[in-house]
């Protein structure tokens, strides 16, 4: 209670102290205690806004080997897609009318989509709705690429960090991709002006409360404008396949630790945590999260951006479904709104 009090009034703790805090996730008290500022924090920057996003899974290879995770390179099993420009921009049409008013261009790390083409793209979905932010969520990349997106009209970059422990990162990761690498592609993107959004799975397998901890302090030193969190859930096609997924409640805990240390940051309750409970997303808005990114894939296409087991991805979860997501939310006291959402700063 006491340490908790603590990161309350300071918003900060050191490391040690913050393993202590991770380490009451689990009492009743405390986590409603948190919530509770979280929420606060939350209404004061953002009132009961819950902005939308529509997330556009526009391809499924990937050059990378990522071990979680069900798109991996070396996953034989997976029946790979590629959306064409056509395609895309028809998405953001259905899209747009529906309401949304960012894009969030989401793939594996796909050779396919040179600089080129993606900043064709880009200048075409800018071209046809000027109005809308355009999210990029394609990996690591060249800091000469990312100024050509941005140049382009490309307005914001998620890129979790994963885990901000260089050995995690190892075990999580094969040799040739690096922590260092992926830090320095989200200050270059900082640099360039993106609105950045860093963060990690919760429960990923050998992941420690220490390592929380670091994750958290990353996130308090790179103060990004987003932070994306959601359960592990294991991929029946990985090494991990028989590991247990996340938690959703220290998800939940996580969620107002991260509203507390950036009380600005726009937090999306993930795909994830959906999964993960079919009320996860109303308990994360209810702990201080703001944000909900619905698919707005080709239906055709849904089931093989497969990045874990039984994704979520018709209900609430299609951006067609905005009725009932609007259901949803307002059922916790939030109202979805049809802005841009950008950060605070
Ligand atoms: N290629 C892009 C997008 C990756 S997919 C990139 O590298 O950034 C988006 C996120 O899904 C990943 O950052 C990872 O945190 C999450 N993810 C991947 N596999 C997962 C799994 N098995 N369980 C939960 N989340 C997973």
Redesign the pocket.
Known sequence: MEIARRFIKERILSRDEFVLLLQQSGDADVREMLRQEAFALCRKYYGNKVYIRGLIEFTNY?K?N?Y????RRDNRNVRRYRLTEEEILSCCREGYALGYRTFVL?????PYFTDERMTELIRRIKENHPDCAITL????REKESYRKFREAGADRY???H?TADEAHYRSLHPQEMSLSH?MKCLYDLKELGYQVGA???VG?PGQTLVNIADDLLFLHRLQPEMV?I??????HD?R?AGEK??SVDMTIFLLSVIRILLPKVLLPA?T?LGTMDPFGREKGLLAGANVVMPNLSPEKNRKDYS???NKICTGEEAAQSIAALRKKVESVGCQVVTDRGDALR
């Open positions: 990937c990378n990522c979680y995770c069900g798109i989401q793939g594996g790390d796909d969520s394609i990996g690591e998620l890129l979790r994963e992926r963060g990690f799975m990923s994306g959601g359960p592990f859930i294991p991929h990985t991990y997924a996340g993930t994830a990045l874990y087991d």
